[in-house]
């Protein structure tokens, strides 16, 4: 079993990683796009589907405006928003009706 401190380093290994990816020089810019999205919405649930949503456009537009992904394919991620917008209208239809 990795101890704390493994699992820190671990991390911070990982966030490094996926900032190649999903990030270019400003570290909280898809937080940025995030929060523009959301604000869009006022039921709360709602914020939460486009909320997971949002992160998966801000990495979209990440990954399509740089070299090629190490860590999630575009087609991962085009799939994600696909079952995530499916998910969304599943809730709206049958919670929300």
Not at 4 to 11: D, F, R, S, T, W
């Amino acid at each position: 079993m990795p101890t704390p401190e493994e699992l820190m380093i671990h991390g911070i290994n990982l966030m490094k990683m996926k900032a190649h990816d999903y990030t270019t020089k400003d570290r909280y810019e898809n937080f940025t796009r995030q929060t523009i999205l959301t604000s869009w919405f006022s039921e709360e649930q709602d914020k939460v589907f486009v909320s997971i949503i949002a992160i998966k456009l801000a990495r979209l537009a990440s990954l399509l405006g740089q070299k090629e992904p190490k860590n999630e394919s575009i087609q991962d991620t085009f799939i994600d928003l696909i079952n995530y917008c499916a998910l969304w209208g599943g809730y709206r239809t049958t919670v929300k009706e």
